[in-house]
Structure formats: C-alpha cells, structure tokens
Nanobody
Framework: VQLQASGGGLVQAGGSLRLSCAAS????????MGWFRQAPGKEREFVAA????????QYDDSVKGRFTISRDNAKNTAYLQMNSLKPEDTAVYYCAARDVNYITATISGYKYWGPGTLVTVSS
C-alpha cells in the first residue's frame, strides 16, 4: 500500500489542523493505520492508531483529549484531527500502516510508511 500524508502547515498555539493520509494500492480496510511524528533532533514517536473498522483507537498520553484519529474506508483515507495545538507538537507527521489487526505503538510494527507532512505550531 502507498501512503501520502497531507494537511500540515503553520498554525498558532491553540489552533487546529486536520491531517489526511490517502492510501492506494491495496485494500485500505485491511490495515491498521497509525500516525507518528518526529520533532527536530528527536526520535520518531507514536501519536495515534486505529484498527481496521475504527472500533479501537490508541493515543499517546501527550495528545489524549486533543487529537482524534479516524478513518473513512470508502475514501481510503485516515485522518488526524489536532486541536489545542502546542509548540511542542511541532514535528514532521507520518502516517503508517500495518496488516495485522491490533494496534502497536512501535515503529517496527508498521510495514508501510508515507512521506511526512510538516506541522509547525508557533507560540
């Protein structure tokens, strides 16, 4: 499966952005979708993930209550709604997919990755 993230940009602290991850190539609904991010000088980290039918989600503690992951299998697209953004959310955001239907927060658990989209939150 090929993945393409979009929707990044510059936003002020407290603002919102919605990232999209468009998938192509294989049956999108057969994949757990995840979002990761990598801030300058830091390692890539887990943000959120959602199972095949959207019945289960998982979030990193740093984004709980502010970010919401969702998916539309008819559109082969996953989303990350980001509210109440903070400067520390500044990073390149990546979407990823795994073909086993349970969530993991580990990078190695995701086989497919797309190029990232930059989110910059100004203070």
């Amino acid at each position: 499966v090929q993945l393409q993230a979009s929707g990044g940009g510059l936003v002020q602290a407290g603002g919102s952005l919605r990232l999209s991850c468009a998938a192509s190539g294989r049956t999108f609904s057969n994949y757990v979708m995840g979002w990761f991010r990598q801030a300058p000088g830091k390692e890539r980290e887990f943000v959120a993930a959602i199972t095949w039918r959207g019945s289960n989600t998982q979030y990193d503690d740093s984004v709980k209550g502010r970010f919401t992951i969702s998916r539309d299998n008819a559109k082969n697209t996953a989303y990350l709604q980001m509210n109440s953004l903070k400067p520390e959310d500044t990073a390149v955001y990546y979407c990823a997919a795994r073909d086993v239907n349970y969530i993991t927060a580990t990078i190695s658990g995701y086989k497919y990755w797309g190029p990232g989209t930059l989110v910059t939150v100004s203070s």
